[in-house]
């Protein structure tokens, strides 16, 4: 009877982003997630990666069964 | 630094929802709000009024500090 | 890296609930759960069974991967 | 009927955590928040302040509008 619900701390990628705009992408994940909103966030190509860039999330919908992600990346980082 | 989310366990509509399709209504509400979905919950027009009938949430969305929910009411509750 | 956590909108005993006081109980779970506080909630034995009464949550404690839940049984509900 | 929940990332002491072991504290916090268990997370004396160490939050509990975080601090982030 219980609604899992999964709390994030930091976005993971795994490369599934979308480009909407020039800094704006959305992601598509599985389940019911939530992400803290309007909020610097590490953003990540994976789990145990390097860090990316910095996002605010601006957006999360939920419906059958997943979660839809909008994010804008406010820096990235740059490993050079 | 932290993100306030209201749980809630029925949906109180207080005749602000909009119908969209036949059995399918959306509301908003201010702030960030989680309903189980795909769950049977009451649903009342008031928050000490009387159940008004049964819906089940389909979609949650989060943003600018509102939520979206739109719901598929299953059963009208009369009261005659 | 996200954390896994249940919404309930109710007490699903099975049975394992500790009688602490008089009418206080107290049920531990697997998982990370949260049941709302202080709110009238449909107690039952197992999750397709009969209501078997009416509690309020009092107290919540999370660790090592287990929520404790003490309740308040405020009425029973028999079914004679 | 909702209940409103806070999700935190960080940890905000105010300076007002207790020692319990050696590097066990205890927070008393308004309102029901929620932590990540089990998770490295920055501490911080104020809000805005900067990072004070590290720490893991090993237990949480809810109870009369109030949360307990217990963590284990597991780094100290000196700034000389």
């Known amino acids: 009877m219980g609604m ?3 709390f994030n ?6 490369g599934k982003e ?3 705009e020039e800094n704006i992408f959305r992601l598509e994940k599985e389940g019911y997630r939530i992400y803290p909103l309007d909020i610097p966030m590490d953003v990540r190509k994976t789990k145990f990666g390097e860090k990316s860039g910095t996002a605010e999330v601006q ?3 939920w ?3 997943r979660t839809g992600i909008t994010y804008k990346l406010t820096s990235l980082h740059s490993t050079n």
Do not use: F, H
């Not at 701390?9 to 795994?14: A, E, F, G, Q, R």
């Open 63 to 65: 419906s059958n069964g």
């Open 4 to 6: 899992p619900v999964e």
């Open 9 to 14: 701390t930091m976005i993971v990628t795994k």
């Open 59 to 61: 957006k999360l919908e």
């Open 18 to 20: 979308e480009r909407i």
